[in-house]
């Protein structure tokens, strides 16, 4: 049996978790235009892995700064099962697509890089590791 696979090489919206998933829609789109079966999206696609930001954290303080993008990083992250996860599902029934998509996932008080994945046909959309 053949597949026909699409990999996502595009950036996220950085911390904004709405745009992102309106960006991953139209990602998702154009894919099933061009008849892809499955999509793959970038580890932390949604909403961004922060490469490069310390959150102002050194031995024995943090800064204003600091906080203040780690309390974006946090926000902006997904909570499985959600809504987000939802529309991410929803995303992969429409299209009819098998979506693989890197997220944040929050879960308590803590993150995970988590890959998701979903069926436009399964009862259960969606699946993480962290839970």
Not at 51 to 57: N, Q, S, V
Not at 83 to 92: G, I, N, S, T
Request: one cysteine or more; aromatic letters at 8%; charged letters at 25%.
């Amino acid at each position: 049996m053949k597949i026909r696979a699409a990999v996502v090489q595009a950036a996220p919206v950085a911390f904004d978790r709405a745009r992102t998933l309106d960006k991953l829609d139209g990602l998702a789109a154009e894919a099933a235009r061009q008849r892809a079966e499955l999509v793959v999206f970038p580890e932390a696609f949604v909403s961004a892995y922060p490469k490069g930001l310390d959150f102002g954290a050194v031995v024995g303080r943090r800064t204003r700064e600091g906080r203040e993008q780690f309390r974006r990083y946090f926000e902006s992250a997904v909570e499985v099962p959600g809504p987000d996860v939802d529309r991410m599902a929803k995303l992969a029934r429409d299209h009819r697509l098998h979506l693989v998509v890197g997220v944040i996932e929050r879960d308590g008080g803590t993150l995970y890089c988590t890959p998701l994945s979903s069926s436009p046909t399964t009862a259960r959309s969606w699946a993480s590791t962290a839970s």
